[in-house]
């Protein structure tokens, strides 16, 4: 398969080396510096883009690739406010976009467990739930796309919870609270990420986490999605490649 690259950091060079570890072509590899590439590449000589640029950048990639009719993996996160105009335009282009907040199968599977726990604490209000975020210094969205998602998934099993709130290591989340799911955004390091969920009372706690020991993990992820979406047509995510 040919795999245009639109985002070359860290984890572009990591999905770089997934890809041809699984016998893929890398046909472009595409940063600020040599945007202007693109137009280079013939329409035809692509089978999926898999962008991990920036909140900055992303949108007028894919905007892009949409009109080439390229199928696009996408894992760039804080641009969602402009999802449903993507989304409408791959609809109407009858083309293809995969879109994650995050690609390892490991954290998708606790997305799937955050649901489950968040049901059974439905009827239990006493117990204060909370989020704490750490990511690398270099992650310029806050919070993370994923802890975003843990929170939807959290509001929607948690009727005494209506809204999620922000603060930072240093700094408290602003306006009233109580019936809001405060996410932590820690900024450190070199963290891959790590996310902790928690069910707090006067008399315990009960906690779940998810640790990335490394960028593995997402990049495996996030080439499988290409190797699935290339070909196909509508929006998808991470559900419709593993299944409900």
């Known amino acids: 398969m040919d795999i245009l690259l639109l985002g070359y950091g860290?984890?572009?060079?990591?999905?770089?080396?997934?890809?041809?570890?699984?016998?893929?072509?890398i046909v472009g590899r595409i940063d600020l510096n040599n945007r202007a590439d693109l137009d280079a590449l013939a329409d035809d000589a692509v089978d999926a883009v898999i962008e991990f640029?920036?909140?900055e950048s992303v949108v007028e990639n894919l905007r892009y690739c949409i009109q080439r009719g390229w199928a696009v993996v996408c894992g760039t996160t804080g641009w969602l406010g402009q999802r449903p105009e993507i989304e409408q335009a791959v609809r109407?282009?009858?083309?293809?976009?995969f879109y994650a907040s995050n690609y390892s199968i490991g954290v998708n599977l606790f997305f799937r467990l955050n649901k489950t726990l968040a049901k059974f604490m439905h009827d239990y209000p006493s117990y204060q739930v909370s989020m704490t975020e750490v990511h690398h210094t270099q992650k310029k969205d806050a919070p993370s796309g994923t802890a975003i998602t843990l929170a939807e998934g959290l509001l929607e099993n948690l009727?005494?919870?209506s809204h999620w709130a922000v603060s930072e290591a240093d700094k408290p989340a602003e306006g009233d609270t109580t019936d809001a799911i405060v996410i932590d955004?820690?900024?450190?390091?070199?963290?891959?990420?790590?996310?902790?969920?928690?069910?707090?009372?006067a008399v315990d706690?009960?906690?779940?986490?998810?640790?990335?020991?490394?960028?593995?993990?997402?990049a495996v992820g996030a080439v499988v999605a290409a190797e699935w979406v290339?070909?196909?047509?509508?929006?998808?995510?991470?559900?419709?490649?593993?299944?409900?």
């Open 230 to 244: 290339a070909g196909r047509q509508g929006v998808f995510g991470m559900d419709d490649l593993l299944g409900e």
């Open 10 to 25: 860290k984890m572009g060079k990591a999905i770089e080396q997934i890809a041809l570890e699984r016998g893929h072509q």
């Open 159 to 161: 009727p005494y919870k």
């Open 185 to 201: 955004s820690v900024r450190e390091g070199n963290v891959p990420g790590t996310h902790i969920v928690r069910f707090e009372s």
């Open 53 to 55: 640029s920036s909140p």
């Open 92 to 97: 109407e282009r009858g083309s293809a976009f």
């Open 205 to 218: 706690r009960i906690e779940i986490s998810h640790v990335a020991h490394n960028r593995q993990g997402f």
